[in-house]
């Protein structure tokens, strides 16, 4: 598969908590690729957590951060790179992520709320419906995501492991072989 890949890198996109930071990094490992999550390269930049930021300097501040922090790793190759659920908000994103492989990892709200309901480190879910929250947002969002280059549909009993396996039997899929003359 990593012959197949050339170094092209995978983007991960979706909702936060349907698992892009755990599956990046599983599906790293299976690839032999280097592994980057940009919230943590933004949290690690500012000496601060998301929350933090989002409190201090707003979201606003915050996507632009995350659109810097994009635009220097699309520079490498043969990254797995877990992105922030917002990623797909900002339209310069987009010829970043195109650089590589844009894998949606897509869930059903339910599920990603059974997943954060105690978690409080997600400042967009800091809300006095949580659930209601996500729904918004991925109505927001669902379009956007889907213009990735895969979905992967994912079922409430499948482990990070499964799902990393299913990314890369769908790989073949994308990654077309240019015509010979
Ligand atoms: N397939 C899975 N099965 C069970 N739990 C999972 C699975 N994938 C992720 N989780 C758990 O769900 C939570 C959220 O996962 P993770 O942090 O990987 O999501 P994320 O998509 O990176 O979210 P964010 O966009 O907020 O960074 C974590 O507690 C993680 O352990
Ligand atoms: O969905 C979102 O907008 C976010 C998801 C997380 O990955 C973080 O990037 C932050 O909490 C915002
Ligand atoms: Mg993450």
Redesign the pocket.
Known sequence: MSSLLQGVNLYLIG??GVG??TVGRLLAKQLAYGFVD??DV?AQAAGKS??QI?DEEG?AA?RQL?SDVLSQVCAFTKLTIA?????V?RRENWSYLHHGLIVWLDAPVELIYSRLADDT?????QDSDPQEKLRS?LEQ?QSLYAQADIRIAIAQEETPEQIATRIIEAIPSVLKKPVSH
């Open positions: 909702m936060m892009k930071t940009t919230d933004i998301i929350n989002f979201e915050f995350e992105t922030g659920g917002g990623i908000l480190t997600r400042p967009l879910l947002l969002r």
